[in-house]
């Protein structure tokens, strides 16, 4: 049985971030409520028509966790940063079968410079009500999949300290720590570690 807790976070030196796991009450997605049954979700690149559901997904960790490090929430342009950091790049929008964002993830470079052209960051967020039902996983295989088309061998994730959900769930992805900045992150005054994990795909 899928034991995911949830999602993700965001990677200092960038606007965008990897996976980590925080636990969320549903109560904030009260409209999520024709969707429970994980066979119905479908996959699929994130597309223009994704921006209003995306950015509010990501605005709820802003507000109610330290998943998303903006300390504000970000307006609706902020959706072309998330393009321009997965081009040419997979990504995957989670969508019920009324078209409903179930949660929406992508791969990006680690590097810009060609010499990690085989190297990607991955990130991801899921609506708190849809967390371990196993979509997260399934989201998390279709971005490696499709990664490992492109030739991208090393998959890394930045996960906050404060996350031990999140740091299990990569580790039964096939994640190992690989490194550890210390005291580099601090949100709503609470100062975090970043924990590297790596998989070789």
Known sequence: M?????ILVFNPHSPLNSLDTILFSAHTFKDWNTMTVLSE???SSISESDRKSVVDLFNYYIENSYAAYPEQKVPYEF???FLDASRNYPSVVA???EGTVAGFGLLRPHNPMAAFRHTAEVTYFLRPEMTRKGLGTR???YLETAGRKQEITSLLASISSLNDGSIRFHTR???TECGRFLSVGMKKGVVFDMVWMQKFI
């Open 2 to 6: 899928p034991e995911e807790d949830l």
């Open 95 to 97: 969508r019920g079968s």
């Open 173 to 175: 992805q096939g994640f």
């Open 41 to 43: 979700i479908t996959l």
């Open 79 to 81: 959706f072309s940063l």
């Open 139 to 141: 989201m998390f295989e």
